[in-house]
């Protein structure tokens, strides 16, 4: 879950085709997540412009904002 206090420090682009951003805590649940266009997520954070041609199946994570993203596979 991200919120405005929160930074993005988690992104994936599942093998179905759905993007994920997260926080990078470990309490993510269905009951506190928030669902929001890839717009929007642009929106609060542009560096994931940079993970713009992420392949599907891959993700890519950093420990603060302003970090580079470190790409991983799913």
Same mark, same amino acid.
């Given at each position: 879950?991200?919120? &405005? =206090?929160s930074p993005i420090l988690y992104a994936s682009?599942?093998?179905d085709g759905d993007w994920q951003f997260l926080c990078?805590?470990?309490?993510?649940t269905e009951k506190?997540?928030?669902?929001?266009? &890839? =717009?929007?997520?642009?929106?609060?954070d542009?560096?994931?412009n940079q993970l713009f041609e992420m392949p599907i199946g891959v993700g890519a994570e950093r420990n603060a904002v302003g970090e580079?993203?470190?790409?991983?596979?799913?």
């Open positions: 879950m991200t919120d &405005l =206090k682009h599942d093998n990078g805590q470990d309490d993510h506190n997540a928030k669902i929001i266009s &890839l =717009k929007n997520a642009v929106e609060l542009t560096t994931l580079k993203w470190n790409p991983f596979r799913l």
